[in-house]
Structures are given as structure tokens and as C-alpha cells.
């Protein structure tokens, strides 16, 4: 049977036990050399350990336990109080019912507290779990971060996955694969993740988030950000633009920069305050830029758009109206109102009744509907339906139906016109139309 030695409401000086050692509301004085336990240490209430402490186990049944110095043990439960341990801790296992708080160092397999983890210094671990608070002031190297309040972190933060109930703030550096916080994450320097999912508010200053930022309300990063893909529910402001690939937003994306991207898709309204590139846009709302706007694909808005630069895309539909210095479509174009310093050219023009046009309008097919404004019209083939006013005509196929306006007409194939339509400087056929503007 192993010895056991006891310490009951006394202070007394120790050193090695070749046993089990127990304590009840006891204090150890191991200052000289340390304290060596073979066996496990028990403690019973409020106990206190002055030097450095070594054991197989640590066991608290109720109370809270200090170590005023390191200490080293397979494991470590303090069932029904708090830890606080001045230096170091090493362990395989830790479990803390309250509050754990250590102040150079701690390594562990799996550390569990209850209430409140406060390290004061390095932490490595496998995996740590905290029922409310973690605030780290080092270094944190963790795989698995488990926090159901808040966590705070000040130095270089790496880990596989953090999961947090309530709140999260990285004032270091942050390397991390998987963030998951219920409530709000703000990081105060750029990050490295892998995806971020967040059911309330974020806060970048920038960096890289690789494959998804998922957010419940608001999105937003001061610097640069580079992004897989971005689903928001509110609001995404970007400070200095970004690059990367879907950005899908269920209000409003303001960006200030430049911005390269796969596909942007809002339900509400979008202002870029800078050059924006893509393949694909659609926007329920209104869209206005000060730049160029360029998108491989369609582009779609149920509203306006206003750019102030050039508009390009594969096709154009625009329930509202366009504003730009230049529209070109490689497909089509189909707006109410369209005004441009330079002109509009799609292989396939239409512009809905009631429409107004100021600029030149190119391409292979253009339709006015009925009650259309228009200035000066390039085409191969241009229909031009009843109650329009339009400036020249330049085409090979010319139709005007009944009380539509036309400044002059001229084709080189055919001209079929209403007889109450009206052709101001009469109709020529020519042999060569002359060169468009665009």
C-alpha cells in the first residue's frame, strides 16, 4: 500500500512523497527545492503550494488551489474552484470547474474550465473547452478552441478550428482554418482563414480568407481582402476593395477601392468607389460606380445604374435606366432609359416604351417600343414602333410605324414606313452607310 501524508489546516515545508499527499485547507512550503509527489495530490478546500510542484495527479474536491511557482501532472481536476498557477503548467489532461489562470506557459493535451480561462502567458494545447471566458494575452497554438462566451486574444493566434458562443476579438496575428461565433468577431490585424461563419456583426482590417466568409448581419474590413466567396445577410462595406470570387448579399455592398470578383448578387442596392471586374452581376436594388464597370457575363439590375466610367458586359438588362460614359454588350441590351456621353453598342438593342436615349445607339438589331426618345441610331436592321422621336437613321432595314419622328433616314436595302410617320429631312438609299462612333 502506498504511503500517504497528510497537511491539515498548517503550513509545513516538504519536498518529496513517495505516496499520495493530501491537504485540507493546508499550505505547502516547497520554495527551496520543490515539492515531488509519487503518487496523487488531494486537496479539501482553499490549499496553497509555494515552489514548484510535481505529481501524477492533481485532485480538488472543493476549493480553490494556488501554485505559487510551476507545476507538472498527468492531469490536473479542480472539481468545485479555481486554478491559479503563478509560472507554468504541463499536463495531459486539465479540468477546472471555475476559473484557470496561469501566468509563463501552459502545454496540455485537453484543458476544460467551467467559468473563466486566463492565460497570462504561452498556450499550447490540443483542445480547450471554456464554458464562459477565455482571454489570452500570448501566443495561443490550440487545434481546437471551444469557448460558449467570449474570447479575447493579444499575441499570434494558429489553429485548426475556433468555435465561440458570444464574442470574439483578435487583436494578434490570426492563422486560422475554421471560425464559428454566434454573436460578433473583430480582428484588429490582417488575418489568414480558411472560412468564417458568424451570425452577427465582423470586423476585419484585411488579409485572406480563403474559401467562405459567412455572416447573419454586417461585413466590414478596412485594408484590402482577398476572399473565396462572401454571403451576407445585411450590410458589406469594403474599404479598399478586394478580390476574390461570389459576393451574395441580402441588403447592401459598398466598396471603396478597386474590386475583382466572380459573381456579385444583391437584393438590394451596390456603390463601388473604384474599377470593378467580373463574370456576372445581378442586383435587385440600384447600382453606381466611379470607375470602369466590366463583367464577362450578364448583368442584371432591377433598378438603376450610374457609372461613372464605361459599362461593359456579355448582356445588359436593366429594369430602370443607365447612366454611363459608354455601354457595350457583346449580346444585348434591354433598358427603359439609357444615357451616354459615347454611345451604346450591342449586337441587339431594346429599349422599353416610354424610353428615353441620349447618345448614339450600334448594332445589328435595334427595337425602339412605342413612345421612345431617341438621338442618332447605327443598325443593320432598326424597328422603330409607333410615337417615337428619334434623331438619324443609318441602317440597311429601316421600319417606322404610324406617328413616329425620324430626323433623316438612310439604308441600303429596305425602308418600310408608316404613312403617318414622319421623316423630317426625307429618306435616302445609299450604298454605304457611314462609320458608327463606336
Do not use: W
Not at 400 to 415: I, Q
Amino acid at each position: 500500500m502506498a504511503n500517504e501524508y497528510r497537511v491539515i489546516r498548517e503550513t509545513v515545508q516538504l519536498s518529496k512523497i513517495d505516496g499520495d499527499l493530501n491537504v485540507e485547507r493546508g499550505v505547502v512550503d516547497a520554495s527551496d527545492s520543490g515539492l515531488v509527489v509519487i503518487g496523487v495530490i488531494r486537496c479539501e478546500g482553499d490549499c496553497e503550494f509555494t515552489g514548484n510542484v510535481e505529481a501524477q495527479s492533481i485532485i480538488s474536491r472543493k476549493g480553490d488551489v494556488q501554485i505559487v511557482g510551476s507545476v507538472k501532472a498527468d492531469s490536473i481536476e479542480i472539481k468545485n474552484g479555481s486554478l491559479r498557477v503563478k509560472d507554468s503548467i504541463i499536463a495531459d489532461r486539465i479540468r477546472v470547474n471555475k476559473r484557470l489562470e496561469f501566468g509563463e506557459s501552459m502545454s496540455a493535451d485537453t484543458v476544460r474550465v467551467g467559468g473563466t480561462l486566463n492565460a497570462l502567458g504561452d498556450c499550447k494545447a490540443s483542445r480547450i473547452n471554456v464554458g464562459g471566458t477565455f482571454r489570452a494575452d500570448r501566443r495561443v497554438d490550440v487545434d481546437h478552441i471551444d469557448v460558449g462566451g467570449s474570447l479575447t486574444t493579444e499575441g499570434e493566434t494558429t489553429s485548426r478550428i475556433i468555435d465561440v458562443g458570444g464574442t470574439f476579438k483578435a487583436n494578434g496575428p490570426l492563422t486560422v482554418e475554421e471560425i464559428d461565433v454566434g454573436g460578433t468577431f473583430k480582428a484588429e490585424v490582417p488575418v489568414q482563414l480558411v472560412s468564417v461563419k458568424v451570425g452577427g456583426t465582423v470586423s476585419l482590417v484585411g488579409g485572406k480568407v480563403e474559401k467562405i466568409i459567412d455572416v447573419g448581419g454586417t461585413l466590414k474590413v478596412e485594408e484590402h481582402l482577398e476572399f473565396g466567396d462572401i454571403d451576407v445577410g445585411g450590410t458589406v462595406r469594403l474599404r479598399k476593395g478586394g478580390s476574390g470570387g461570389t459576393i451574395d448579399v441580402g441588403g447592401t455592398l459598398k466598396i471603396q477601392g478597386d474590386i475583382d470578383f466572380k459573381k456579385i448578387d444583391v437584393g438590394g442596392t451596390v456603390k463601388i468607389d473604384g474599377t470593378a471586374k467580373g463574370e456576372s452581376l445581378s442586383v435587385g436594388g440600384s447600382l453606381k460606380t466611379f470607375g470602369d464597370f466590366s463583367v464577362s457575363d450578364r448583368l442584371k439590375v432591377g433598378g438603376k445604374i450610374e457609372v461613372d466610367g464605361n459599362l461593359k458586359a456579355q448582356n445588359i438588362r436593366v429594369g430602370g435606366s443607365i447612366r454611363a460614359h459608354k455601354v457595350e454588350a457583346e449580346q444585348f441590351i434591354e433598358t427603359s432609359n439609357l444615357r451616354t456621353r459615347h454611345g451604346a453598342k450591342a449586337t441587339r438593342i431594346e429599349i422599353d416604351r416610354k424610353g428615353h436615349v441620349e447618345g448614339p445607339l450600334i448594332g445589328e438589331i435595334i427595337i425602339l417600343k412605342d413612345r421612345v426618345d431617341a438621338e442618332d441610331i447605327y443598325g443593320d436592321r432598326v424597328q422603330i414602333r409607333s410615337r417615337c422621336k428619334v434623331g438619324d437613321v443609318y441602317a440597311n432595314r429601316v421600319q417606322m410605324d404610324s406617328r413616329s419622328t425620324a430626323k433623316s433616314v438612310t439604308y441600303t436595302d429596305e425602308f418600310k414606313v408608316d404613312n403617318r410617320a414622319n421623316v423630317i429631312n426625307a429618306s435616302q438609299k445609299s450604298e454605304k452607310l457611314p462609320e458608327p462612333p463606336l
